[in-house]
């Protein structure tokens, strides 16, 4: 069974500039969520799809934004990045609507110049 | 943002020793979870523990679920060198949203 898969793997923009990281997650899994793992912070919740709604949101501006589509995957959109948005983008599903244990895909290196 | 006290936050051993790491918090959770990442990777699901004073083994790591639901320790008996990497606890309450440790690096010498 194919796990959770993410594109592109790495991503290369400049400060102002718009980015879209999508996520496929594993198979009948309903549930999508987003995290940034940036130096030194640590892993932080950015959102939880769920059916196509968000479900939850984590602390992060509102230029953070996604959408899950009718097929499970998800789109995480960062618009006007900022240097500190640097991070690895990590996205997990789940079969069931927040209370079942997230596998994790391999992340989105994004690098903001 | 939120997260567990983990610890400890290094550690450098032998191979074949034990290792014992654990997260606590102020908080309760209905699930524990463990997860190993390596370098660049995502995060790996180790264990999962859904009920308090759930002991789980898979392998050599072994993990339990504290009886308050505040805290969670992970063992790995015999290390070897591919047990080098770095353990995360999280916990979740059922909002979608795992909150983590700071993460626990273990390296281990041939």
């Known amino acids: 069974e194919a796990g959770v898969t993410q594109s592109p793997t790495h991503l290369i923009k400049t400060r102002g500039q718009q980015a879209t990281l999508r996520c496929s997650p594993i198979?009948?899994?309903?549930?999508v969520y987003w995290y940034q793992q940036a130096l030194g912070l640590g892993l932080q919740f950015l959102l939880w799809?769920?059916?196509?709604?968000?479900?939850n949101r984590g602390n992060f501006p509102p230029r953070f934004s996604g959408r899950q589509f009718p097929n499970y995957s998800s789109e995480l959109n960062v618009n006007a990045l900022e240097l500190e948005d640097s991070a690895l983008y990590l996205c997990a599903s789940s079969p069931r609507t927040g209370v079942e244990t997230q596998y994790f895909g391999p992340g989105t290196r994004l690098l903001v110049l | 943002g939120q997260q567990l006290n983990q610890s400890p936050q290094s550690m450098f051993i032998q191979e074949g020793e034990d290792v014992s790491m654990n997260c606590t918090s102020s908080s309760i959770f209905n699930t524990w979870l463990w997860y190993k990442q390596d370098p660049g990777e995502g995060p790996v699901l180790l264990i999962a523990?859904?009920?308090?004073?759930e002991l789980t083994s898979n392998g050599r790591l072994t993990a339990q679920f504290g009886i308050t639901r505040k805290d969670s320790f992970l063992n790995i008996s015999a290390s070897i060198p591919s047990d080098v990497g770095i353990y995360f606890c999280a916990g979740l309450r059922g909002t979608g949203k795992l909150i983590f440790g700071q993460g626990t690096t273990l390296q281990v010498k041939p």
């Open positions: 799809y769920d059916e196509g709604e968000e479900r």
């Open positions: 198979s009948g899994h309903t549930s």
């Open positions: 523990l859904y009920k308090a004073g």
